[in-house]
C-alpha cells in the first residue's frame, strides 16, 4: 500500500511563510506527477502547483511568483514553499501523487494525503 503524508501546516501571519511537505511511503518504484491542491472552506478543490518526474513546474495563477513547488525523487518527498501568503491562502493542502508504481509493477492511481491545515491570519 501507498500512502502520502502531508506536514508543515500551522498559523502563519499574512505576509509571512511556510513550507510543505508530502512524503510517500510503501513499496515505492516510481512517481510521476506530483502536485499541491487546496480546498477553502465553502469552496471546492483547486490546484495549486504541480510537478513533473523530470521537474517541469506549473503553477496556478494566484500563486505564482509567491509558491514554489519542488521534488525530491529520492525521497519520495514533495514540497512547498510558500511565501508572501495571504489570507485568502487558507485552506487545507492536499498532496496528490498522479501515478505510483511498485518494484512489481503494480500501479496505483490518483494517490491522495489526508491534508494539511494552513491558516493566514493576524
Known amino acids: 500500500q501507498v500512502q502520502l503524508v502531508e506536514s508543515g501546516g500551522g498559523l502563519v501571519q499574512p505576509g509571512g511563510s511556510l513550507r510543505l511537505s508530502c512524503a510517500a511511503s510503501g513499496n515505492i518504484f516510481s512517481i510521476n506527477a506530483m502536485g499541491w491542491y487546496r480546498q477553502a472552506p465553502g469552496k471546492e478543490r483547486e490546484v495549486v502547483a504541480g510537478?513533473?518526474?523530470?521537474?517541469?513546474?506549473n503553477y496556478a495563477d494566484f500563486v505564482k511568483g509567491r509558491f514554489t513547488i519542488s521534488r525530491d525523487n529520492a525521497k519520495n518527498t514533495v514540497y512547498l514553499q510558500m511565501n508572501s501568503l495571504k489570507p485568502e491562502d487558507t485552506a487545507v493542502y492536499y498532496c496528490?501523487?498522479?501515478?505510483?508504481?511498485?518494484?512489481?509493477?503494480?500501479?496505483?492511481?490518483?494517490?491522495w494525503g489526508q491534508g494539511t491545515l494552513v491558516t493566514v491570519s493576524s
Open positions: 496528490n501523487a498522479g501515478s505510483v508504481v511498485t518494484p512489481t509493477g503494480r500501479r496505483y492511481i490518483e494517490v
Open positions: 510537478i513533473t518526474i523530470g521537474g517541469s513546474t
